[in-house]
């Protein structure tokens, strides 16, 4: 070490551990295993397989309700019944625009 630890300084046995190589690396190779083990986990599966699917449900469900859109849900699938509302003509698919 480049100091020696427990001299009764504060400050010196604060130098001795922060500038200590095996200290610096065990503090890097905890960080890029929380970092990315555990966040990237965590975001991984709590947050898209769980959260997210969630919030989607209930967007979904209050646009439906603020447009009067019904689901047949007769073969076990959503089955959208979308009004047209004369913007787009009689034909309703996206990305054309009528034409």
Known sequence: MLLEVETGNLWTDFLSVALDPAHILSELAFTIVFDGLVIAL????????MLLPRLRREIHRDIDAQHGIGHNDEHGEELHQHETHGTLGTDASYGTLGS
Not at 42 to 49: I, S, T
């Open 42 to 49: 965590l975001y991984g599966v709590v947050f898209k397989r």
